[in-house]
């Protein structure tokens, strides 16, 4: 009988060798947490699709972002449901609107103690929902969108944010960003660029959490899933046009995908986990079907072996603390 001589299995015999062996570690910084505000609420409000996660109100927004803080997260994104829209999206522009609000809302409730970013998007705001102004044949018109994320940079970059995160997937949008943001004096406010974002159907948890008024889908847009080169074209773009971090999104669906920008690129990666990750996860251990925490780690953990740095998760604050209690 020919018995072993290599025996990777004594690196695994109890948990202090495992300790003591593990390759990937995630830390509080890395973890990003995205949250949602609702104009007009005096209460928070539970998402069906989303257990655990809420439209916040102006208050419970402030109270929550300073608990992420306490837990050590590394940033906080902001999404804002307006209570009404129209076929601009004017009120993400709007100075008043109530994603910028809850910018300055949030800067004045933790200053610089974690990294606030804006969601720079038309699609919360607009009546048809798509991410950009439509041209008169009702198609998404890429040029003109380009002038509105210009002046919504700036609106966000004026109530406080640390970050903008320009996620519409519109031609040139880092590039515009950026030349707005320095003509007027914003040189410091960072891009997270979701460089790679594909449409998927994983966003689906989403729409409700902002209130999506699309009909129809974004693929004229957004990047087909089949899609692996046409990705590396999509960050090569957006790292010429001055984005200081570049995302993937949906982070589980392409880890082969972050593997690969990871190595072509010096800037730090970000990987988004969505709203239907999120959701499986949740659902299948409220069944009884996997354990909860063990799974949330775990998709965490692989997102961060694959190469994102930088983690959005919804999960944020409670794997923060998971963290902390491990290490
Ligand atoms: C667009 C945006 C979306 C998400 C983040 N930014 C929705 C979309 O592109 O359809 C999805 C995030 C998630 O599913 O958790 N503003």
């Known amino acids: 009988m020919a018995f072993p001589t290599d025996r990777p299995r004594r690196l695994r015999v109890n948990s202090a060798v495992r300790r003591l062996v593990e390759e990937t570690k995630l830390a509080p910084s890395e973890l990003v947490l995205p949250m949602f505000v609702k104009e007009?609420?005096?209460?928070?409000?539970?998402?069906?699709?989303?257990?655990?996660?809420v439209q916040h109100s102006r208050e419970s927004l402030r109270k929550a972002a300073a608990e992420a803080v306490r837990a050590g997260v590394g940033g906080i994104m902001l999404f804002g449901v307006p209570t009404s829209?129209?076929?601009?999206?004017?009120?993400?522009?709007?100075?008043?609107?109530?994603?910028n609000v809850a910018i300055r809302d949030v800067i004045s409730e933790v200053g610089d103690a974690t990294v606030v970013m804006g969601d720079l998007c038309l699609d919360e705001f607009t009546s048809h929902g798509h991410c950009g102004v439509l041209d008169e044949a009702g198609q998404v018109d890429n040029d003109a969108t380009l002038e509105s994320y210009a002046k919504m940079a700036v609106a966000q970059a004026e109530a406080g944010a640390h970050m903008v995160g320009p996620s519409g997937m519109m031609?040139?949008?880092v590039g515009?960003?950026?030349?707005?943001?320095?003509?007027?004096?914003?040189?410091d406010?960072?891009?997270?660029?979701?460089?790679?974002?594909?449409?998927s159907a994983f966003y689906g948890p989403f729409r409700e959490a902002v209130e999506s008024s699309l009909e129809g889908d974004r693929r004229t847009y957004q990047q087909d899933p089949a899609n692996f080169r046409e990705a590396l074209r999509e960050v090569?773009?957006?790292?010429?046009?001055?984005?200081?971090?570049?995302?993937?999104k949906p982070a589980l669906t392409n880890l082969d995908v972050i593997a690969a920008v990871r190595a072509a690129v010096t800037i730090p990666v970000a990987a988004y986990q969505i709203s239907g990750?999120?959701?499986m996860v949740e659902a299948a251990a409220a069944n009884g079907w996997v354990?909860?925490?063990?799974?949330?780690?775990?998709?965490?953990?692989?997102?961060?072996?694959?190469?994102?740095?930088?983690?959005?998760?919804?999960?944020?604050?409670?794997?923060?603390?998971?963290?902390?209690s491990r290490y």
């Open 189 to 199: 406010v960072g891009v997270l660029a979701y460089a790679v974002k594909y449409a």
């Open 236 to 248: 090569a773009l957006d790292v010429e046009e001055g984005a200081d971090i570049v995302m993937v």
């Open 176 to 187: 515009v960003v950026r030349q707005s943001l320095d003509a007027e004096g914003y040189q």
């Open 291 to 324: 354990d909860r925490e063990r799974a949330l780690m775990e998709t965490l953990t692989s997102i961060r072996r694959a190469g994102a740095q930088i983690i959005l998760t919804y999960w944020a604050t409670e794997a923060a603390a998971l963290l902390r």
């Open 40 to 53: 007009g609420l005096t209460e928070p409000r539970p998402l069906s699709a989303m257990p655990g996660v």
């Open 277 to 279: 990750e999120y959701a």
């Open 85 to 99: 829209k129209d076929p601009e999206g004017s009120g993400g522009l709007d100075p008043n609107g109530i994603l």
């Open 171 to 173: 031609d040139g949008q």
